[in-house]
């Protein structure tokens, strides 16, 4: 077992997995421990998760989640949920008054599920275990919800996938640390310090995304030159398709009751595609 140190130092996204089954007793501990060791706002523990190992349910999470073969190779899925519908049927079952059917709530939940996810992440890597953190969860929070039948204030908020490792991929840079720490308050970089905090960044990024030949062909059809273009192009972080994306995420909170019906969640003319 390693130390949390060892674990942090050794972190990898893990793309490619070997066939091999996750024991059930593994899992167990892994879940038990990092429920028991994870802060929870008001010890209300408003997460839940949701396994999936059966291949055909896996296969349409694959197709949710953009497509991405290491889904499909990977033993083990984990959902991670932002869920308060236990704890609401708990308070109306001891005739409390319901609540956290609210933005405020889901808020409070998401960051709850998303501190246990880290947790369950580190049990797993100090077992030899590869994983992957999936930020596609949000892109189809909407349509994974309905697979995996969650019900109402209860909605997918990220997803790891978990088996030994078949690759043993570099480890990705990180900005300096200068970058996120601020003493008292916070203070924004100036320009000459901004262009000093990317410089290895915009090196070493740009150099990886470029070392793929089907990402190299698309910058260079789309006229995308640096690292900073590449994330705001079609083809990464599309800002065109942010704007549409969030009404339909918001749409989704609305339907799931952590927002008000009233809310307009229609897309602006200016957005429509």
Not at 203 to 225: F, N
């Amino acid at each position: 077992m390693q130390t949390v140190a060892e674990v942090l130092a050794g972190h990898r996204s893990i793309r490619r997995f070997k066939p091999d089954e996750i024991p059930q007793a593994v899992i167990d501990e892994v879940l038990r421990e990092a429920i028991a060791g994870t802060s929870s706002s008001g010890n209300l523990n408003s997460y839940s998760l949701v396994l999936t190992r059966d291949p055909e349910r896996k296969r349409r999470l694959y197709e949710l989640h953009g497509e991405q073969d290491f889904i499909l190779q990977a033993p083990l899925v984990l959902t991670f949920c932002a869920d308060w519908n236990r704890t609401r049927a708990w308070l109306k079952l001891r005739g409390a008054r319901d609540n956290f059917n609210n933005f405020l709530g889901y808020h409070v939940a998401a960051f709850d599920a998303m501190l246990l996810s880290q947790s369950v992440v580190l049990g797993f890597e100090a077992r030899g275990y590869g994983i992957c953190c999936m930020g596609t969860t949000l892109h189809a929070m909407g349509e994974i919800a309905e697979l995996l039948g969650l019900p109402e204030t209860c909605l997918p908020v990220t997803t790891i996938v978990v088996g030994v490792p078949d690759e043993n991929p570099g480890k990705r840079d990180r900005l300096p640390l200068r970058a996120f720490v601020h003493d008292e308050v916070y203070r924004v970089a100036d320009t000459p310090e901004l262009e000093d905090i990317y410089r290895e960044r915009e090196v070493s990024g740009w150099q990886r995304y470029m070392s793929t030949p089907r990402l190299k062909a698309l910058c260079e059809q789309g006229g995308i030159t640096s690292l900073a273009q590449f994330y705001t192009s079609p083809y990464k972080y599309d800002p065109d398709a942010f704007g549409p994306e969030s009404t339909r995420l918001l749409a989704v909170l609305q339907k799931s009751g952590f927002l008000p019906a009233s809310l307009d969640t229609a897309v602006p003319a200016t957005q429509e595609k």
